[in-house]
T-cell receptor, first 114, second 111 residues
């Protein structure tokens, strides 16, 4: 079974530039999550989708971050404009139903904002 | 939202010793309690989980115990091995089945 795929693996941008991350969840998984993990901390939820609807985006900085899940499958996360404090690993995860089932994580995208 | 605290933040043990990591949470509605292991450069991976209708679950050298009244659950690793060295996260599930991660415990197992 293929895992959660994310791209790119690494990205370096200057502050105020824009960047986009892509995620392809495990086939058949209805729930998709984007987490931000700052070095030395635990992952923090940015947004959670159930199929193509948003379940929770309470911690998403909506003035600069946006996310969409096309046709309930792939998802993109965008930052525009980026700030230095956005430097982190962005993790995508998926689960079968989201109802207390195992979440499978991708390897993440390491973003460095300079 | 859910407040999650994890202790200790770092734990050093000798190979063969046992390790225990404790997680406390605030949301009394939480009913799913997983532990994740994260190795360098990788995403977190589930190692064991427990649901609120069970007090303890064991899988070979790994066990999880749950005390819902006190709102805490613990990860127990016996006969530790160097390959157990990693960062461990608790992530109780609350509203919308959202996983809220603790700050992590870095476990170092010395040969």
């Amino acid at each position: 079974e293929a895992g959660v795929a994310q791209s790119p693996r690494y990205k370096i941008i200057e502050k105020r530039q824009s960047v986009a991350f892509w995620c392809n969840p495990i086939s058949g998984h209805a729930t998709l999550y984007w987490y931000q993990q700052i070095l030395g901390q635990g992952p923090k939820l940015l947004i959670q989708f159930q199929n193509n609807g948003v379940v929770d985006d309470s911690q998403l900085p909506k003035d600069r971050f946006s996310a969409e899940r096309l046709k309930g499958v792939d998802s993109t996360l965008k930052i525009q404009p980026a700030k230095l404090e956005d430097s982190a690993v962005y993790l995508c995860a998926s689960s079968l139903s989201g109802e207390d089932t195992e979440a499978f994580f991708g390897q993440g995208t390491r973003l460095t904002v300079v | 939202g859910e407040n999650v605290e994890q202790h200790p933040s770092t734990l050093s043990v000798q190979e063969g010793d046992s390790a225990v990591i404790k997680c406390t949470y605030s949301d009394s509605a939480s009913n799913y309690f997983p532990w994740y292991k994260q190795e360098l450069g990788k995403g977190p991976q589930l190692i064991i989980d427990i649901r609120s209708n069970v007090g303890e679950k064991k899988d070979q050298r790994i066990a999880v115990t749950l005390n819902k009244t006190a709102k805490h659950f613990s990860l127990h690793i016996t006969e530790t091995q160097p390959e157990d060295s990693a960062v461990y996260f608790c992530a109780p599930s609350g509203r919308y089945s959202t996983l809220t991660f603790g700050k992590g415990t870095m476990l170092l197992v010395s040969p």
